[in-house]
């Protein structure tokens, strides 16, 4: 079994990415939703959720972590992961090569404010393809409309638009927070059309999915199991609002940081 972690719903996007690119192994989707948006909170508050929620999740008996917060990632980039008896999927590393395989000569990181104070996307790209032009824009307001299940409202198009009137000339967006992609009918209709829109979701999923195949985790039965420390019904709601499934059923755990 797998666990996917993110602050909230933006794992979604990876966890669509996984399955469409054939990952059949069971998946715990974990939320910690009693914190979110991560993205405004100090490196010591991010690393010490970090440290508690994989202390959670070495008791779920899981084979690996999927990264689906850009921001913890981050965090470790810098600080370092904590220890884990489990593989670690980083979200970053792996967005990173796909950016540097896609051979844009400029991009735009759209992330949220920790991720961008960070600097890791643009060190891991630059790291990767030393001549791709890396501008990181934080897009706080992003979060807490998709938390609120807003997207395709006016507010969630006019944020958008907000943050893509910021933007330089670019070749790509890559989108360094995986809430963004819930909004991608925004940014479409706000971006021209010349403009990629880079999920690394895809590239997440890829590296998973290497793993099955190389038999690094065990194929499973395309369980997918949902864990929220938040509101279970908001959760439940927006989860069928964001994937379209109305069977989705999910767990309240009791999951909270002693450190944050
Ligand atoms: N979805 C997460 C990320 O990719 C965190 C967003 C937040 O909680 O601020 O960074």
Redo the contacts with the bound molecule.
């Keep these: 079994m797998l666990a996917l972690y993110?602050?909230?719903l933006?794992g979604l996007t990876v966890l669509a990415a996984l399955r469409a690119a054939g990952v059949g192994a069971d998946i715990l989707y974990f939320a910690d939703q009693a914190h979110?948006?991560?993205?405004d909170r100090s490196d010591a508050d991010l690393a010490a959720l970090l440290a508690d929620n994989f202390a959670f999740l070495a008791g779920q008996r899981i084979e690996g972590v999927v990264m689906a917060?850009?921001?913890s990632c981050a965090v470790a980039a810098r600080h370092g992961w904590p220890e884990a008896p489990f593989a670690i999927f980083d979200l970053i590393e792996n967005a990173a090569s796909g950016v540097a395989a896609a051979g844009y000569a400029r991009v735009a990181v759209i992330?949220?404010a920790a991720?961008v104070r960070s600097g890791a996307y643009a060190a891991a790209i630059r790291a990767r393809a030393p001549e791709t032009d890396v501008i990181e824009i934080a897009a706080p307001a992003l979060?807490p409309l998709v938390e609120h299940g807003d997207s395709g409202s006016l507010e969630a198009e006019n944020a958008v638009r907000a943050v893509v009137d910021t933007l330089p000339p670019v070749d790509a967006i890559v989108y360094g927070?995986?809430?963004y992609p819930l909004l991608d009918r925004e940014f479409a209709a706000a971006l021209p059309h010349r403009i990629d829109r880079f999920d690394p979701a895809v590239a997440q999923a890829a590296a998973v999915r290497a793993a099955l195949v190389a038999g690094d985790l065990s194929p499973g039965s395309g369980k997918t199991r949902y864990l929220t420390n938040g509101d279970l019904a908001v959760f439940e709601r927006n989860v069928r609002h964001f994937t379209g499934d109305h069977s989705v059923t999910a767990t309240h755990a009791a999951v909270l940081s002693a450190n944050a």
């Design positions: 993110d602050s909230g933006g979110v948006p991560y993205g917060c850009n921001t992330a949220t991720t979060v927070c995986t809430h």
